[in-house]
């Protein structure tokens, strides 16, 4: 067990996210706070943004469990996968100041070894992989106080190693990367209840599948490979959910590749490539979803990225 847990560790990073409010200069909203947990410190850093430059201000920080590794904010509420106390750290999210407070009954229990959560569209229901009890936890949210509760049915099994959970915009479908077992399993979404139904067998990707992302469209599903060093891209059924091998994939990244993300217009890709310490950058096809790299690809990063 312990060496399983220093293997994810290798992997694991923090992740920013914002809190968005209404702008007095603009009528958009802009980011007004970060959030980033820190695994190794069992805390979550908290920083005010710049509206104008994007600089972070040190804000202070919360404690958190063991391992936080990944965040998700849902209205004002923002929940933390603590990996080694297998539990969700909740908090509720001051409009005013970014401070964070944690919730009534938090932290709240989830499988063995969580890794990763989203919330679901409509903001009712938490999804969270375990990774060691190869599972997925689903919680509904109470609006009004942030509380977890399980969703009846809950845990739904995933594959083997469940690493990554993704949502798409239309909030009907849920995907999982199972790194151990080297596929993507895919649900539907109750949107009355949470419950989550899988969408026929899980499909293939390549080796040690980590992360993924849902383009803006809700058309094209992207997965870095972390041990065979690419991407897999799938089209999504609109109206099945269904996975679809996009010709071409899996397509070459660097080394390792840990993360992927796509910009708001749905026109490029990012991967981190943690073992050549670069990104590489792609287009994507707007009919297809195939992935052609961009000249100067990779880009020069940091040591060991992780996360873009």
């Known amino acids: 067990m312990k060496s399983r847990f220093f293997r994810l560790l290798s992997f694991a990073a923090s992740v920013i996210l914002c809190l968005n409010l209404p702008s007095v200069r603009a009528a958009t909203s802009v980011p007004r706070f970060a959030y980033v947990p820190n695994f190794v410190d069992n805390t979550v850093s ?5 509206a104008s430059t994007g600089q972070l201000r040190d804000n202070g920080y919360v404690l958190a469990g063991h391992g936080p590794g990944e965040a998700t904010l849902t209205g004002s509420f923002l929940y933390v996968s603590n990996f080694g106390s297998n539990n969700i750290s909740a908090y509720s999210a001051n409009p005013n100041t970014g401070a964070l407070e944690p919730v009534a009954g938090s932290p709240f229990t989830t499988g063995t070894n969580p890794t990763s959560l989203r919330a679901s569209v409509n903001g009712k229901f938490l999804f969270v992989s375990n990774y060691t009890s190869e599972n997925v936890w689903a919680h509904n949210i109470n609006s009004t106080t942030g509380a977890l ?3 009846a049915g809950s845990p ?3 594959g083997a190693g469940p690493y990554f959970v993704a949502t798409e915009p239309s909030g009907r479908y849920l995907y999982v990367a199972n790194s151990l077992g080297n596929d993507i399993s895919g649900y539907s979404i109750n949107p009355t209840s949470g419950a989550l139904k899988p969408l026929g067998s899980p499909v293939p990707a390549d080796r040690s599948p980590r992360a993924e992302r849902v383009d803006p469209s809700g058309r094209f599903l992207y997965v870095a490979n972390a041990t065979s060093n690419d991407v897999s891209a799938y089209t999504i059924n ?3 959910g269904e996975l679809k091998t996009i010709s071409g994939s899996p397509f070459a990244a660097g080394s390792a590749p840990a993360s992927v993300n796509i910009d708001v217009t749905g026109s490029f890709v990012y991967v981190a490539n943690h073992g050549s ?4 950058a792609y287009t994507i096809n707007s009919g ?3 992935l052609t790299p961009i000249a100067g690809s990779p880009f020069a990063g940091g040591t060991q990225p992780r996360f873009v």
């Open 46 to 50: 908290i920083y005010t943004v710049n």
């Open 149 to 151: 509760s399980l969703v």
């Open 156 to 158: 739904f099994a995933a």
């Open 238 to 240: 609109s109206t099945t």
């Open 277 to 280: 310490n670069n990104v590489s």
């Open 288 to 290: 297809t979803g195939a």
